[in-house]
């Protein structure tokens, strides 16, 4: 898959295996599955956590860099189409870049401009440029790191903002999963993976060393905060759609418990980078 399985890509310190799959960068804490990647398959009911993430973010682009004027954005991964309909509701000039067919046809039912294929390979992006390049929950699912990061800056305009949305592995819930891998105990932190899912997670970063892989290819990091991870609302279809009702149950009620304490450290969040041209 062009990265050599061995070496970690931000920092090149060497990868040591943690069991499975996975293995963990022993400098940066970067972390890489070898599962095999693939595209589609939606994860259900994220609809609502995903909706105030996708607002929040526009906000930010507007008041944030209103300076920058940013019109048109390229969602990298735009699965069901949910970030083009918010987006376009908030006035940009929205592009989706989708390698599932059927959901691309889907979202251009809405009226919406998708073009088929991988990022950054896909014909119908070749040459364009874009004042936004946005991945939301797509960038941890591209197997060659490197060479997103090099599309990015091919199809980035003058004053061009790099802005991703991705799980952390600072969140607790990452956190208290790791804990259990370690006893032994693996479904949970296979399921953040989404490990046996059509579409597993390749990378799993932190704001530490997403920023240092960004700024080691010259981007700076100009904004970053954390999203909400899950919302009360839509939790039980979202976990009980996976594991057993009993295994489900206890999930969800331990989730509601802890939403408090939770939303404190987030598992996931947005990083905004510029590319300043020399
Ligand atoms: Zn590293």
């Known amino acids: 898959m ?10 090149a310190s060497s990868m040591r295996p943690i069991g499975g799959c996975y293995s963990i960068c022993k400098t940066c804490k970067y972390m890489m599955s ?30 944030k860099f209103s300076s920058l004027d940013l019109k048109t954005v390229l969602d ?3 699965s069901t189409g949910h970030f083009l309909d918010v987006a376009a509701a908030e006035g940009f000039s929205v592009t989706g870049l989708e390698p599932d067919a ?8 809405r009226g919406r401009d998708v073009v088929a294929g991988f990022f950054p390979g896909a014909d119908g992006i070749r040459g364009q440029k874009y004042d936004v390049v946005i991945f939301n929950d797509s960038l941890e699912h591209i197997p060659n790191i ?5 599309g990015i800056k091919a199809h980035l305009g003058e004053a061009g903002l790099a802005i991703v949305n991705l799980p952390t592995s ?37 704001l530490r060393n997403l920023r240092r892989l960004f700024e080691n290819n010259g981007f700076k990091l100009q904004y970053s905060s954390p999203l909400r991870y899950y919302t ?46 020399i």
Do not use: M
């Open 102 to 109: 059927r959901l691309a046809d889907e979202t251009r039912l």
């Open 2 to 11: 062009g990265e050599h399985k061995n070496t970690c890509p931000v920092c």
């Open 76 to 78: 990298v991964g735009s």
């Open 232 to 277: 009360i609302k839509g939790l039980w279809p979202r976990i009980s759609c996976k594991s057993p009702f009993l295994v489900s149950f206890f999930v969800w009620l331990a989730l509601i418990l802890l939403y408090p304490l939770l939303r404190l450290r987030s598992d996931c969040f947005v990083a905004c980078f510029y590319l300043p041209r």
């Open 170 to 206: 600072d969140g607790i819930i990452f956190k208290a999963s790791s804990f259990l891998y370690k006893l032994g105990i693996k479904t949970p932190f296979g399921r953040l993976w989404q490990t046996g899912f059509a579409s597993p997670h390749v990378h799993y970063f932190n």
């Open 34 to 63: 070898a599962e095999p990647p693939g595209a589609g398959a939606e994860v259900v009911s994220l609809g609502a956590v995903r909706e105030k993430n996708f607002r929040f973010i526009c906000r930010v682009i507007k008041e």
């Open 146 to 150: 490197q060479e997103a990061l090099r």
